[in-house]
């Protein structure tokens, strides 16, 4: 069985794995679809934690997450559901790829992400999601809904945002 590595992911190695981060994308509705320009904002934000994940040689999914400032705050709508952005880690993105999922790969890739992101001091892990395997694996490792947002950025879906303590 081949074992799942986890890779960190910075500004400075982005570029190693941009071309599979950004074959990934088509996963997202195209209205949400993140640029490398977007992950390297991302991935600039101090503090931030980004990895990705590989078996052997293959790519299989990432994710990245960042403290917001308050511009982004906005822009998410996190005054709308009453967030305290101290603490907070914006889960930016999170995805595996199909022929993954189903496997467990997603669970571990966030579990992987809510360690580091604990070890570096974050308390809380905050998100928007789809009504998907992220969503249920959000919930599973102890995420809440706190509100739900129609037609999110213009993809004609509704998004739930969550939260779950680190501490």
């Known amino acids: 069985m081949r ?3 986890f890779h960190p992911l910075t500004a400075d ?3 190693r794995f941009e071309a599979d981060i950004l074959r990934s994308e088509i996963l997202f509705p195209e209205e ?12 600039r934000q101090e503090p931030s934690v980004g990895l990705v994940a590989r078996f052997a040689a293959d790519y299989v999914g ?31 993105n999170i995805v595996t790829l199909p022929d993954f999922q189903g ?13 580091v992101a604990a070890a570096r001091g974050f308390r ?3 998100g928007h999601f789809r009504g998907n395997g992220s969503l249920a694996n959000f919930k599973r490792l102890g995420g809440r809904e706190l509100a739900g947002f129609d037609d999110w950025f213009g ?13």
């Open 32 to 43: 949400i679809r993140e640029s490398s320009e977007d992950y390297l904002r991302a991935l």
């Open 13 to 15: 190695n982005f570029l």
């Open 3 to 5: 074992m799942l590595d």
């Open 62 to 92: 990432n994710v990245v997450g960042f403290a917001p400032d308050d511009a982004q705050c906005r822009e998410l709508r996190l005054g709308e559901v009453g967030v305290d952005r101290g603490g907070l880690v914006y889960l930016f």
């Open 124 to 126: 809380r892990v905050g």
């Open 155 to 167: 993809t004609g879906e509704r998004y739930l945002y969550c939260e779950l303590d680190l501490v």
């Open 103 to 115: 496997q467990g790969v997603g669970r571990r890739l966030l579990g992987e992400f809510l360690a």
